[in-house]
């Protein structure tokens, strides 16, 4: 069974600091994305990625996908109240379309 | 482009009744999924269907619980003889061929 850990699963920081967040497994996923999802809403995409040691950068976020392709974490530089909400991985493996969603990290950003 | 529809948004049933929930997937999507997510957790995969067939169910309960993609009409999730433990939201997620989800705003089951 395919398992994805998440860390730390919550965090509260003032704003303007940096943080780092963590997506962890024993397995390897031929893909995986994070989401962030609001209260009383459904999750929306922020990035997928695909190939060992892959970094992407979406403004403040930085994403990078582990060499072994087994683990992921999300860098947030100088991060903001907007920011605020859960943070979930999702990994697919197996050739297949099917996500398996992290625990999640419930960040929240205080003014 | 409408996006993932799921309705309703709200259901309150007693203990033994049926509930259904709907989705409308986007526009050209022919994969669905449906995760169910409790308070302060994460989302559980429950399906995952292309039209007219069940790729993989193997998160969803073999009792009470049941889903469909008809070539015509929406994707439902059925629960039969509903329990306190099945209050949750439950979200539906449309994909293209290229795998990327997107959701709907969920289906919030309260069970009295």
Known sequence: ?111 | NAGVMQNPRHLVRRRGQEARLRCSPMKGHSHVYWYRQLPEEGLKFMVYLQKENIIDESGMPKERFSAEFPKEGPSILRIQQVVRGDSAAYFCASSPVTGELFFGEGSRLTVL
């Open chain 1, 1 to 111: 069974t395919q398992l994805l850990e998440q860390s730390p699963q919550f965090l509260s920081i003032q704003e303007g600091e940096n943080l780092t967040v963590y997506c962890n497994s024993s397995s390897v996923f031929s893909s995986l994305q994070w989401y962030r999802q609001e209260p009383g809403e459904g999750p929306v995409l922020l990035v997928t990625v695909v190939t060992g040691g892959e970094v992407k950068k979406l403004k403040r976020l930085t994403f990078q996908f582990g060499d072994a392709r087994k683990d992921s974490s999300l860098h947030i530089t100088a991060a903001q109240p907007g920011d605020t909400g859960l943070y979930l991985c999702a990994g697919a493996g197996g050739g297949t379309y099917k996500y398996i969603f992290g625990t999640g990290t419930r960040l929240k950003v205080l003014a």
